[in-house]
């Protein structure tokens, strides 16, 4: 089966650090998104759903505290993310005040790569599980995981095996790009690149509103697929 690699968010005005640490993860064996001001990294987590963030707190246009504050006072889907924050300050007042704003941890530059590695596993290990979800908000259609029951304002919708299974798989990578492979990897069936297709189209005429600007069940040119979930 194949194992989903972690999707994190760096955010740094720092390009060398970027592009460091970049290199460094993503051959630790993480899937990573960088962003270089928090314009940016807004623009990011529009699209996407990331298992942590790194986030400098000195940048131009708006500091990490900041971000992480509207990140926990954000919208559902993205509040519970688990941050940690880089910055040159080392003050105790500084930390206080990231992990007041709900920073998970904090680590003051310069640092080993390898401490900062051993941090996000840390964190990681501790977020296991909160990715879950019992209910797939989905505009008008929600999805009862448990229940295995769609429903579109309080009407079910019949769900074949196939379709219930590939939701439950979306579920538990939303906000993530999974290739036709993974889909199948995890299905763990016979199934070909032609028939997810086809099966991703029938989904679609179930949750969608528009199927010709899905809005929920999107294709990722060149990756797969990516379910955006109101929560």
Same mark, same amino acid.
């Given at each position: 089966?194949?194992?989903?690699?972690?999707?994190?968010? !760096?955010?740094? /005005?720092?390009?060398?650090?970027?592009?460091?640490?970049?290199?460094?993860?993503?051959?630790?064996?993480?899937?990573?998104?960088?962003?270089?001001?928090?314009?940016?990294?807004?623009?990011?987590?529009?699209?996407?759903?990331?298992?942590?963030?790194?986030?400098?707190?000195?940048?131009? /246009?708006?500091?990490?505290? #900041?971000?992480?504050?509207?990140? *926990?006072?954000?919208?559902?889907?993205?509040?519970?993310?688990?941050?940690?924050?880089?910055?040159?300050?080392?003050?105790?007042?500084?930390?206080?005040?990231?992990?007041?704003?709900?920073?998970?941890?904090?680590?003051?530059?310069?640092?080993?790569?390898?401490? !900062?590695?051993?941090?996000?596993?840390?964190?990681?290990?501790? #977020?296991?599980?909160?990715?879950?979800?019992?209910?797939?908000?989905?505009?008008?259609?929600?999805?009862?995981?448990?229940?295995?029951?769609?429903?579109?304002?309080?009407? #079910?919708?019949?769900?074949?095996?196939?379709?219930? #299974?590939?939701?439950?798989?979306?579920? *538990?990578?939303?906000?993530?790009?999974?290739?036709?492979?993974?889909?199948?990897?995890?299905?763990?069936?016979?199934?070909?690149? +032609?028939?997810?297709?086809?099966?991703?189209?029938?989904?679609?005429?179930?949750?969608?509103?528009?199927?010709?600007?899905? +809005?929920?069940?999107?294709?990722?040119?060149?990756?797969?697929?990516? !379910?955006?979930?109101?929560?």
């Amino acid at each position: 089966m194949t194992v989903t690699k972690p999707h994190l968010l !760096l955010v740094d /005005d720092d390009e060398r650090l970027r592009d460091l640490l970049f290199k460094f993860l993503v051959d630790k064996g993480f899937f990573i998104s960088t962003a270089r001001d928090v314009t940016h990294a807004r623009a990011l987590m529009d699209t996407f759903i990331f298992d942590l963030m790194i986030l400098d707190v000195m940048m131009p /246009d708006e500091d990490g505290f #900041s971000l992480t504050d509207s990140i *926990r006072n954000g919208p559902t889907r993205m509040k519970d993310v688990p941050i940690l924050l880089l910055t040159a300050m080392g003050e105790t007042e500084d930390r206080i005040i990231g992990l007041g704003k709900g920073a998970d941890d904090y680590l003051c530059k310069p640092f080993d790569p390898r401490e !900062l590695l051993l941090r996000l596993q840390a964190i990681l290990k501790r #977020s296991q599980g909160s990715n879950e979800v019992s209910i797939l908000s989905l505009g008008k259609v929600s999805f009862d995981i448990k229940l295995n029951r769609l429903e579109k304002e309080g009407a #079910s919708i019949p769900l074949t095996t196939v379709e219930s #299974s590939l939701l439950k798989i979306f579920a *538990r990578h939303r906000g993530k790009p999974l290739s036709r492979e993974d889909l199948a990897s995890e299905y763990g069936g016979d199934m070909n690149p +032609r028939t997810i297709d086809v099966q991703i189209n029938r989904l679609r005429k179930k949750i969608e509103d528009d199927l010709k600007i899905p +809005r929920y069940l999107q294709t990722v040119r060149g990756k797969g697929y990516i !379910l955006l979930p109101d929560a």
